[in-house]
């Protein structure tokens, strides 16, 4: 049976199952914001496109160092590179407004909300 929501045979997620993945990134995105102060996005369409951003950097990331952005993938790297993307993203996308203190409380927040949700979720 073959269930496009899944992964396929060679490791490759399908079309569903990447559309899913990111609409899941970025409610725990717009839930982190929200819940952590001096964390601001400005708009839907922001929220959209810094959950792009950050999943393509997570990409980038773990392609060129094989370290997983998320905050509890891999330890302490993880989470340090989990901030350093939350933080970075700031620069591609207008109306994403975040420090660096709100940045390392944003990447606990997120971790913990990706922790209660169901499946793998990146940044």
């Known amino acids: 049976m073959n269930n496009n929501n899944t ?17 899941t990134s970025a409610i725990i995105l717009a839930i982190t914001a929200f819940f952590t102060p001096g964390f601001e996005i400005a708009s839907l369409w922001t929220l959209f496109l810094a959950a792009a951003v950050l999943a393509i950097m997570d990409y980038l990331f773990n ?3 094989g370290v997983d952005a998320s905050p509890f993938g891999r330890g302490m790297v ?11 993203t700031q620069f591609f996308v ?13 990447a606990l ?3 913990i909300i990706a922790a209660m949700i169901p499946g793998k979720q990146s940044m």
Do not use: C, D, E, P
């Open 7 to 23: 992964k396929k045979a060679s490791g490759q997620m399908t079309m569903g199952g990447m559309i899913s993945r990111f609409i």
């Open 63 to 65: 392609l060129v160092l």
């Open 109 to 111: 927040v997120y971790g």
């Open 78 to 88: 993880g989470f340090i590179v989990s901030v350093v993307v939350l933080y970075a």
């Open 94 to 106: 207008a109306g994403y407004s975040i420090s660096w203190v709100s940045a390392i409380v944003g």
